[in-house]
């Protein structure tokens, strides 16, 4: 079983920076592949950025240039770093990890609780 916990979340200006941190607990022995969803009012949850252990990365059009997805594979922990952020970036940013390799942003088997994002204008 695998326990995921982000942290991070809060409340900053349009412009500003955010790092979202997620821990994961339990086995993750061959826990390839790892991701950030976010899921904003009234609207449905979308891949925004996943991560593999090889170190390739892919990310949504609407954050590319703006967030960095890194790992810390010693510390087993997920990193999300939010730069120049914008209102329509504001969501609940959930964690989320599959054995094996990344297809796209499905097949999360594992979902942390999320943590709150607001940007304001």
């Known amino acids: 079983q695998v326990q995921l916990v982000e942290s991070g979340g809060g409340s900053v200006q349009a412009g500003g920076s955010l790092r979202l941190s997620c821990a994961a607990f339990g086995y993750t022995y061959n826990m390839y592949c790892m991701g950030w969803f976010r899921q904003a009012p009234g609207k449905e949850r979308e891949g925004v950025a996943t991560t593999n252990k090889r170190g390739s990365t892919s990310y949504s059009d609407s954050v590319k240039g703006r967030f960095t997805i890194s790992q810390d594979n010693a510390k087993d922990t997920l990193y999300l770093q939010m730069n120049s952020l914008k209102p329509e970036d504001t969501a609940m940013y959930y964690c989320?990890?599959?054995?094996?390799?990344?297809?796209?942003?499905?097949?999360?088997?594992?979902w942390g609780k999320g943590t709150l994002v607001t940007i304001s204008s």
């Open positions: 989320a990890a599959r054995y094996g390799y990344c297809d796209g942003y499905n097949g999360m088997a594992y």
